[in-house]
């Protein structure tokens, strides 16, 4: 049985199209009836829900570049704040690949494995306690971002608290506070952003020592992250 609140958060982090703003009134409808969330965590969702439904779209398809393309401590791409630009990553995202083939899962994206919008869509599809366990393992992750978008006073900021929530996953203040104490990368400094991807590389081959851990495995690897790298700047798909 498909968890409606997961696949709606996958939906919400998606890069917006005129489809998503259509849908909107229901996804709206299925966050405010989960009694999962609390009422606050519920009204909290309201104003990205009615952002994304009535904003003009190209004013969102610009937000959501600016916040998650350009900013790298903000990235969707979990693996990202895991393990940043290291080797480790190309072997973690291979072995997730190789978890959602196992499942049936073929995400229908562009986006790499460990993007959150396409690892919720699969979350969405596996047992509760499975997911929750997931969502457990990324929970200060969810927390260092919710608390950074809030200080860009993005309303995406409720959707990593609602996650957060999901989780029912207490997270380590000190890691949390350790993550938000290290300096964020500047969206708007294009130079800068562009001399990143050129020096920047990113090595997705696999790790011969690496086996084919469980999702949460791999995240579970999240409790330990690495300073996050510089931002790459990503083109708006």
Not at 85 to 102: F, P
Not at 176 to 186: K, N, S, W, Y
């Amino acid at each position: 049985m498909t968890d409606r609140t997961l696949k709606a958060l996958s939906l919400i982090l998606s890069y917006p199209t005129k489809e998503l703003q259509e849908a909107m009134p229901e996804i709206g409808g299925v966050l405010a009836s989960d009694t999962r969330l609390t009422a606050a965590a519920r009204r909290a969702l309201r104003p990205i829900v009615t952002e994304l439904g009535e904003r003009d779209i190209y004013a969102l398809e610009e937000a959501y570049v600016s916040l998650f393309d350009r900013s790298k401590s903000i990235s969707l791409n979990l693996f990202e704040h895991v393990h940043g630009e290291s080797r480790d990553r190309g072997g973690a995202m291979v072995s997730l690949v190789e978890t959602y083939r196992d499942a049936g899962f073929d995400p229908i994206s562009s986006e790499l494995p460990d993007h959150l919008p396409v690892l919720l869509e699969y979350l969405a599809m596996q047992p509760a306690h499975e997911s929750k366990e997931v969502l457990a393992d990324a929970a200060h992750i969810f927390e260092v971002i919710s608390t950074r978008l809030g200080r860009r006073e993005s309303s995406y900021a409720a959707i990593f608290a609602a996650l957060l929530q999901l989780s029912n996953q207490k997270t380590d203040k000190s890691v949390v506070a350790a993550l938000l104490e290290q300096p964020e990368d500047d969206p708007d400094d294009l130079e800068a952003l562009d001399q990143v991807w050129e020096e920047s590389e990113v090595i997705f081959g696999p790790d011969p020592n690496a086996g084919c851990p469980q999702v949460r495995d791999m995240l579970a690897n999240m409790d330990t992250p690495v300073n996050p790298a510089p931002a790459k700047p990503v083109a708006a798909q």
